[in-house]
């Protein structure tokens, strides 16, 4: 992983299901068709849709609608300017996608293969900088993550949790996600 990281960094790796899953949704086709490399071309069209996700954003947004931070939302709350730390206790933030596998074999295109994405990170605590209304930095303490991937109503394999993916001490935003 490089830079900030993404929905996509919280995909198990291989996919328990994927492979079958297309099978299934393309239904038997003439000729032979390579499972391994339609597998992981599907599998890098969905890593690179998910790349788009920023987690920190997705995780901002998500603790910006924590009810703890409600009488923040006016910014007359608190002194221009000035920032006030909020603690939250335990906690989680559930992040979701809802991408859809666009695939083309031998010039055939089959119907959109639509997957459920739910990321989940579970915190012991974190503290948020909150200024003018708005969340702008976050220090969060540990954390585990984990992912369930599903096709439609068909869960593709059980959620698993990822020991690879590791917080900054803190984290910032700007402009800073609105309090709702």
């Keep these: 992983m490089s830079g900030r990281p993404t929905l996509a960094d919280l995909l198990p790796e291989p996919i328990e299901g994927l492979g079958d899953q297309i099978k299934s949704h393309i239904g038997a086709q003439k000729g032979a068709v390579a499972w391994p490399l339609v597998e992981g071309q599907a599998l890098g069209g969905l890593k ?15 603790w910006a609608k924590a009810r703890e931070l409600r009488g923040y939302r006016d910014p007359a709350a608190q002194p221009a300017g000035s920032i006030s730390i909020v603690p939250l206790g335990q906690h989680s933030a559930v992040m979701t996608a809802e991408p859809a596998l666009s695939l083309t074999i031998a010039g055939w295109t089959a119907p959109p293969l639509k997957l459920g994405v739910v990321g989940t990170a579970l915190f012991e605590s974190v503290h948020l900088s909150v200024r003018d209304g708005h969340v702008v930095a976050a220090a969060p ?12 109503s068909i869960p593709l394999h059980a959620p698993k949790e990822l020991a690879n993916l590791k917080l900054p001490g803190e984290l910032r935003f700007e402009p800073g996600w609105k309090i709702p």
């Design 48 to 62: 690179s849709e998910l790349g788009k996700f920023d987690l920190f954003g997705m995780l901002g947004q998500a």
């Design 141 to 152: 303490g540990k954390c585990s993550f984990t992912t369930a991937i599903s096709c439609g």
